[in-house]
């Protein structure tokens, strides 16, 4: 089946700083998924990001389907951001196959 | 729109009972719905497929006699885990995909405790 490998898998940020996360993919997708699990575990659907770029607030992300890569942009980071962000995606069929995440905290 | 609610968000169960999750599509119809599990600090990983009218989809490894999945209406999906055991612990996430929108929607899941 298709793998999904997210990088890094822990980050520490200080607030206000920027930071990129990465999903790598080992197969053409139909469907790519960002999302942030928060402390009470919760998935929080952040972009559905089959291919270009799209923003949201500080949040913004890019996926190069042909070069199998998506990233996630997080600007001015702020304490609230603190939790696991996973990439999810979808290659033939309907199931979703989630990348290990990225543990992210934002120190104050 | 395309909210997904799952029930109980917390279950601490004895050893050798059985528990039951549901999971609801509030204002969608589902065919479909996931089942996954969740371990401390680990990813999620796809326990079944729930098919509305039909069988459930389950992945290797998964034991369907302990995992009973009934996808009986459009808009409720349950897992039942049979037989409980501490083994059985862990967090508990269902989804759906969302008609006339892209992607899938997550409940906020179930964290199963087995004592």
């Known amino acids: 089946g298709i793998q999904v490998e997210q990088s890094p898998p822990d980050l520490i940020l200080q607030e206000g700083a920027n930071s990129t996360l990465r999903c790598n993919f080992s197969?053409?997708?139909?469907?790519l998924q960002w999302f942030h699990q928060n402390p009470w575990g919760q998935l929080i659907n952040l972009f559905y990001i089959p291919s270009g770029t799209k923003q949201n607030g500080r949040l913004s992300a890019t996926t190069v389907a042909t070069e199998r890569y998506s990233l996630l942009y997080i600007s001015s980071s702020q304490t609230t951001d603190s939790g696991v962000y996973f990439c999810?995606?979808?290659?033939?069929?309907?199931?979703?196959?989630f990348g290990g995440g990225t543990r992210v905290l934002v120190k104050p | 729109g395309a909210v997904v609610s799952q029930h109980p968000s917390r279950v601490i169960c004895k050893s050798g009972t059985s528990v039951k999750i549901e999971c609801r599509s509030l204002d969608f119809q589902a065919t479909t719905m996931f089942w996954y599990r969740q371990f401390p600090k680990q990813s999620l990983m796809l326990m079944a497929t729930s098919n509305e009218g039909s069988k459930a989809t389950y992945e290797q490894g998964v034991e369907k006699d302990k995992f009973l999945i009934n996808h009986a209406s459009l808009t409720l999906s349950t897992l039942t885990v049979t037989s409980a055991h501490p083994e059985d612990s862990s967090f508990y996430i269902c989804?759906?995909?969302?008609?006339?929108?892209?992607?899938?929607?997550f409940g906020s899941g179930t964290r199963l405790t087995v004592v």
């Open positions: 999810a995606v979808r290659a033939a069929g309907n199931k979703l196959t």
């Open positions: 197969d053409s997708v139909n469907n």
């Open positions: 989804s759906a995909s969302n008609p006339g929108q892209y992607g899938y929607t």
